[in-house]
C-alpha cells in the first residue's frame, strides 16, 4: 500500500481502513505489513470489518434464509442472533489474532462493548433487526489509540433491550470515521474500485454515483459502499477510496471531481 502512488496514505494521520467479508479470508502477512508500515509512519488505525460470506455460510448451515435490499440484508431475529454469533464469536478474534500476532496490538470490540455504537433500529418493517447508528462512542476509540492499542470493530449493535442488530460494515465504517474525524476512509473489498462499462474507474465524482445506481452500473454489495463513502465526503472528510485486495488501482472519490 505505502508503495503505490495512487493510494497516497502515508501522509495521513488517522484512517478507519474497512475490511470487506471477501478480503478477510485473503488478508495475509503482506496486508497486516502494510498496516504495520502506516502506523510506524504515525497514522492512526482504527480497523471496521464486516463478514458478509462468513454469514452467509453459518445462515446456509443454520436453514435461515435471508434477502437484500440495495446490499443492505433483511435481517430475521434468528439471522441476527447468527450474524451476533458469526462476527463478535468467529470474525472479529480471528481477525484480531491475526493483527496481535504480526505485531499490531489489537482489540475487539462490537457496538455492544462500552456502548460503542448507541443503535435505533432503522426500520423493522422493511429490514427487520438492523441497526441504525446514532452515536458513537468516539472517547472510548480515544482512549485506546492514545494508548498504543487498535480497536477492530465488528458490525453489529444492540437495541435498548440487548437484542442484537445487523448494521452492515460499510455504514459502521462510514459512522466512525465521522465521529473520529478520520482523513480518509479506505474500503477494502474484492474488486479495485468501482466499475463502470468493464473499466475501474480512477476518480469519481459524488454527482455521478446517483446516476450509476439508477442505471444499476452501481448495485449489490456496491451501493453500502459509495452510501458510505458520499456521507463522510458530505460531512467533510476529504477522500474515500475503494481498493481491492492488493490495496491499490483504486476508485478515489472527492467531492466535485467530474469522472
Ligand atoms: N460498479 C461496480 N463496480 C464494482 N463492483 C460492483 C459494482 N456494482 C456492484 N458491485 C459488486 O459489489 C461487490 C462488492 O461488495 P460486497 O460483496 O458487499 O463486498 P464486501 O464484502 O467487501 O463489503 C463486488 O464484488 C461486485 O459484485
Ligand atoms: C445490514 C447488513 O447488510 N449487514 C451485513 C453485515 C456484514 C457486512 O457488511 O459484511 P461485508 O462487509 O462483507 O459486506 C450483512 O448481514 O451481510
Sequence with gaps: MTTSKSTQLTALKRIVIKLGGSMLERLNKEHIANFKQLQQQGTELIIVHGGGQAINKQLEKNGVTSTTINGFRVTSKE?????????????????????NKSGITAIGLSGYDANLLDCDVLDK????????????????LDTLIA??????????????????????????????????KADSLL???DTPGIKINGEILQLVSTSAINSWIETADIYGGMIPKVSAALDCLAAGIPSVQIVGEKLEGT?????????
Design 187 to 189: 474500503l477494502v473489498t
Design 125 to 140: 418493517e422493511t429490514y427487520g433487526f438492523v441497526g441504525e447508528i446514532k452515536e458513537v462512542n468516539s472517547s472510548l
Design 251 to 259: 476508485t478515489i472519490l472527492k467531492q466535485g471531481v467530474f469522472a
Design 79 to 99: 439471522a441476527a442472533d447468527i450474524v451476533q454469533t458469526t462476527l463478535i464469536g468467529q470474525v472479529n478474534p480471528t481477525l484480531v489474532h491475526q493483527l
Design 147 to 180: 494508548s498504543g492499542i487498535t480497536p477492530v470493530i465488528s458490525c453489529v449493535g444492540c437495541a435498548e433491550d440487548g437484542t442484537p442488530l445487523n448494521i452492515n460494515g460499510d455504514t459502521v465504517a462510514s459512522k466512525v470515521a465521522l465521529a473520529m
